[in-house]
């Protein structure tokens, strides 16, 4: 009986280590791998953990033997899943965005926030700015970037930055089509484009909430609505 009863606890232990979750060591064995790893999560498939670092996403396996690097999708939902995650994971804290080099445009009582990466050559962008006619009470903050334009997008931005009256320069241009005067100072456009490389922005339009969640893409006024009301 005695034996019976040792075997089954040891049957016990044996399946309880095996259950033990792999997360502390999976961090510290990939650390010294991947740098500092911030968090080990599992993933949405079984038998593969999200490994955190303090700016990219990797999925391993339970004994992190294999490291994959990329995007995981979610097929049925039609949806990027690494993307959406990291979104969320590297929100950004909107009040230490370097707003002095953004061009303030505010409609209503400005109650609301946002800023978005914008480029004067992206047809996007024309589109957003267009939903934006729609879309009230906020403090926008616009960045203008070259991801498109190149050197025109350059000089568009600078005409505007040198605008007497910038936010009404950049609508004219945006939605009329009405270009404005050659600028002869200095834009922070260089700037900008430092600050979308170390926020990852790679096009545009780039939006950014009060949450700090940077969404990639053109928004319709209703969704921009329901963003604005959700992250006040």
């Known amino acids: 009986m005695f034996r019976i ?32 790893v911030t968090q080990v999560n599992q993933s949405p498939i079984s038998g593969i953990y999200e490994i955190v670092t303090l700016d990219h996403i990797f999925y391993t396996d339970k004994g992190g033997q294999y490291l994959i690097d990329g995007s995981l999708f979610d097929l049925k939902a039609r949806r990027n899943l690494t993307d959406a995650r990291s979104r969320q994971l590297f929100a950004v804290d909107f009040s230490k965005l370097p707003l002095e080099i953004a061009v303030k445009k505010v409609k209503g009582n400005g109650s609301r926030k946002m ?17 934006m006619q729609n879309v009230t009470d906020v403090t ?11 050197e025109d997008s350059a000089q568009k931005a ?75």
């Open 115 to 131: 800023a978005y990466f914008t480029d004067p050559n992206c047809g996007w962008c024309k589109k957003l700015e267009h939903e």
């Open 5 to 36: 009863l040792l075997a089954t606890l040891l049957s016990i232990s044996i399946a309880h280590a095996a259950e033990a979750d792999p997360a502390p060591k999976l961090k510290s064995d990939l650390s010294k791998i991947l740098g500092e």
């Open 158 to 232: 600078q005409a505007i930055w040198c605008s007497e009256d910038r936010a009404k320069a950049w609508d004219d241009l945006m939605l009329n089509g009405v270009k404005p005067a050659t600028g002869k100072c200095d834009a922070p456009t260089s700037k900008v484009m430092a600050l979308g490389e170390k926020l990852k922005v790679n096009g545009t339009p780039a939006l950014i909430f009060a949450n700090g969640v940077i969404n990639p893409g053109y928004m319709p006024a209703a969704d921009l609505n329901k963003a604005l009301d959700s992250n006040k």
């Open 140 to 150: 926008m903050y616009l960045f203008l970037a070259t991801y498109i334009g190149g």
